[in-house]
């Protein structure tokens, strides 16, 4: 029998609509409104135009606060993710939508209630992003307030999306309701589901973190990990590592999707790119942002200190609380001995050192060249897809549409059409056994 050549692995893409993030360029004219919903449906416009796997929204839920005041250049509104969801799911057709939701300032049956409800609408193409905190900060806007300890984000989050899975399992497949029951350390809830299984059997469940927990927590339960690793030799790691653990649950790789949050520069030649990239790079990092980066680091207040002057000489504070809202900096003295050393090698500022070390875009080429990196990452293990994290809002994603899909399609990494309808079609995911 002659035996069928393999299909070359095909990139997944998902659009991310930045939040509040140091990310976008405000002083670009391009740039619109983060909270109007023209700019929301815009971008999943493209995003569907570009045959993306999903729409990906961040979640906020608390305004961030810098030297005991709310930090005014990233004060652009968070509306609540499936409020917006919802909303699109009426202006698009085949796009999943994926919203980032709080386990641990929320409960199972309501969330549960309210996914089931955005898979319905939108003909199964809900996802869910599960989260985790416990800064008491963001919490002081919740009744528990910052009750939960760190070492617990991921049990609750583990229960609380287990218990999800049950409410979402107590109608069979034909149709009929069944009483549920849960009882276990954080959640003990009976009663019945009011809405019947989604068309996708279950929501898509995502799941972003790097840690041990989070990595075996991803293994463990999700169908999507959102990353940070964006440098082939961290990705393929990270992407053994992941992937090397689902065996342990009875799962497959192709169970797991691993995509990296990623940017894109692009340009007509590589040195046009570069410079471009630089530039946005120079734009993001504003002299103020450059200032409120090296605080977050140092834990002091570094005001009088010139943004295109040397990094100060003095030692962080590794116990400061200076920035609220943020994720905390985990070795202070190490990050700043990092940054010392750089700046000291190239002869850099305050403000060269931020940008050298915070604002990197992944891709810089040309729009082949682009095509061509990407389609290696997924091609040797780095990656299963990325999600795309423009730098300009509603229009970012514009260039990467109409100049690198078709190069991705050209050379049989892309798809030229949605062959399914829900998320799960579209990400090569099984439904999920029904277990009533």
């Given at each position: ?27 670009d004219?391009?740039?619109?409104s983060?909270?109007d919903?023209?700019?929301?449906e ?16 961040a ?7 810098h ?47 309210r996914?089931a ?8 193409r ?31 989050a ?5 218990t ?6 107590s ?10 029951a849960?009882?276990?350390r ?5 009663g019945?589901?009011p ?10 469940v995502i ?13 463990s339960a999700?169908?999507?990990?959102f990353?940070?690793h ?5 990705g ?6 992941v ?6 649950y ?5 169970d ?9 520069v692009l340009?007509?030649?590589a040195?046009e790119?570069?410079?471009?990239a ?13 200032l409120?980066?090296l ?10 200190y010139?943004p ?24 202070r003295?190490?990050?700043a ?19 050298e070390t915070?604002?990197?875009q992944s ?12 389609t290696?990452f ?19 994603l ?7 899909v ?13 062959r ?14 029904w277990?009533?």
């Amino acid at each position: 029998m002659t035996r069928q050549p393999r299909q070359p692995r095909q990139i997944h893409l998902a659009a991310h609509f930045p939040g509040v993030n140091s990310t976008t360029v405000w002083t670009d004219p391009a740039s619109g409104s983060h909270i109007d919903f023209s700019s929301f449906e815009t971008l999943a416009r493209t995003a569907e135009r570009g045959l993306f796997d999903f729409f990906f929204l961040a979640e906020g839920l608390r305004l961030r606060e810098h030297k005991g005041r709310i930090h005014d250049l990233d004060v652009v509104g968070r509306p609540e993710s499936l409020t917006v969801l919802t909303a699109l799911a009426a202006v698009t057709e085949r796009l999943g939508l994926a919203g980032t939701v709080n386990a641990t300032f929320n409960e199972p049956f309501e969330l549960a209630r309210r996914f089931a409800s955005l898979d319905h609408l939108s003909a199964g193409r809900a996802a869910w992003n599960v989260v985790t905190t416990s800064d008491a900060f963001t919490g002081e806007n919740f009744r528990r307030g910052g009750y939960l300890d760190r070492a617990d984000r991921y049990t609750r989050a583990a229960e609380f999306l287990a218990t999800a899975r049950e409410l979402w399992d107590s109608w069979t497949p034909e149709g009929r309701p069944r009483p549920f029951a849960h009882r276990g350390r954080h959640f003990t809830i009976e009663g019945e589901f009011p809405v019947p299984r989604s068309p996708q059997g279950h929501p898509v469940v995502i799941q972003a973190g790097d840690s041990p927990e989070g990595r075996e927590f991803a293994a463990s339960a999700a169908d999507v990990v959102f990353t940070r690793h964006g440098t082939l030799e961290a990705g393929r790691a990270f992407y053994a590592d992941v992937k090397g653990r689902l065996a342990g649950y009875g799962r497959s790789a192709d169970d797991l999707k691993i995509m990296p949050g990623v940017s894109y520069v692009l340009g007509d030649t590589a040195a046009e790119a570069q410079e471009k990239a630089a530039e946005i790079r120079r734009s993001q990092v504003t002299p103020q942002n450059a200032l409120l980066a090296l605080e977050q680091v140092w834990g002091v207040d570094l005001s009088a200190y010139d943004p295109d002057g040397p990094l100060p000489d003095i030692d962080p504070d590794p116990a400061s609380e200076l920035a609220q809202g943020r994720v905390p900096v985990a070795d202070r003295l190490a990050v700043a001995a990092r940054w010392r050393a750089l700046a000291e090698a190239k002869g850099l500022s305050i403000r060269q050192t931020v940008i050298e070390t915070t604002a990197r875009q992944s891709f810089v080429g040309t729009p082949d060249a682009v095509a061509a990196e990407l389609t290696e990452f997924v091609r040797t293990d780095a990656a299963d897809g990325f999600i795309l994290v423009p730098h300009l809002t509603p229009g970012g994603l514009d260039d990467f549409v109409d100049r690198v899909v078709p190069l991705l399609q050209e050379r049989d990494a892309y798809r030229t059409e949605y062959r399914g309808a829900t998320l799960r079609s579209h990400l090569g995911l099984r439904e999920p056994v029904w277990k009533g």
